[in-house]
């Protein structure tokens, strides 16, 4: 079995939250803490969080994969930037620390012309920057795991190989002496990996093969589940609803139905509303039967 859920609006606050996706029969979900493009976060009461986690504990919901604002860059050019980046993730990290065991998603960013191992050095420096403040602020370990996502590779973004993502994770090791390792992981995208080039339709057992030989299938802690508008190898980012892109249906059922993707969160990132998420939940379950 899988837990598979989409993205749901932090407007009306946490508990509205999962009420929402069980209105449309998930039992996992994704949301942005603030403003997708920046901004203030939403604000929290301690009685709203608690009241989202008695509702997914009810109703046996899996891991929660919670993303980063897309203008989060730990690895720009510009030094404000980076700032800024720091200051957005540390403040994600620590509010989440009252949702405790649930996974922070994050794109990796563009190395804006640095090269890719000035990219790699940032974004580890910066993770690892983030996690230790996160918990000098809280006082206790962190309570989620981090989450690196899987990028097309475009332009100069980061993330479009698994080596790029080793990489990263290699670095935090090497810099914090191995211990915020444990503290990360992986979102495979499958549009993302798609259009980077690695087949999921006629080689998934060995794109899977190639992630476990390169950072290793206990990473693989989520997936956004979408198809694609692109062909393989595009190095774009068109997401599609699923079965209706370069993708297809019955590759992406093999995703849903793979033995070692089985009891982890689903995100459906499809460009849909509300009753196509609900249809394309409902048909991602009938898979399961």
Not at 119 to 133: H, S
Request: charged share 25%.
């Amino acid at each position: 079995m899988i837990y598979i859920g989409n993205h749901v609006s932090v407007t009306d606050g946490y508990e509205a939250m999962g009420r929402h996706e069980i209105s449309l029969g998930g039992d996992t979900f994704a949301f942005f803490p603030r403003n997708p493009r920046g901004g203030r976060s939403k604000d929290v009461t301690p009685e709203d969080i608690a009241a989202l986690r008695a509702l997914i504990e009810e109703n046996n919901f899996g891991p929660l994969v919670v993303h980063g604002a897309y203008t989060m860059n730990l690895c720009s050019a510009k030094e404000e930037v980076r700032a800024n980046s720091l200051e957005m993730i540390t403040d994600d990290l620590v509010r989440l620390q009252q949702l405790p065991g649930n996974f922070y998603n994050f794109h990796p960013g563009s190395h804006t012309g640095q090269g890719t191992e000035t990219g790699i050095e940032q974004i580890a420096d910066g993770l690892v920057a983030a996690i230790t403040e996160t918990e000098r602020r809280t006082g206790t370990e962190l309570a989620n795991t981090v989450l690196l996502e899987t990028m097309t590779g475009k332009g100069s973004e980061m993330g479009g190989t698994f080596e790029e993502l080793r990489a990263i994770m290699d670095r935090v090791a090497e810099i914090a002496d191995g211990r915020p390792t444990a503290k990360l992981g992986v979102c495979f995208d499958t549009c993302h990996v798609w259009d980077a080039g690695y087949d999921i339709v006629n080689d998934l057992d060995g794109v899977l093969g190639e992630f476990d030989r390169i950072i290793g299938l206990e990473y693989l802690r989520a997936i956004h589940i979408n198809d694609s508008k692109n062909d393989c190898g595009a190095r774009k980012d068109r997401h599609e609803k699923l079965g209706q892109g370069k993708i297809g249906a019955e590759a992406l059922k093999s995703v849903v139905r793979h033995p070692l993707l089985q009891g982890k969160p689903f995100i459906l990132e499809t460009p849909n509303e509300d009753e196509g998420y609900r249809q394309e939940i409902a048909a991602i379950r009938s898979l399961m039967l």
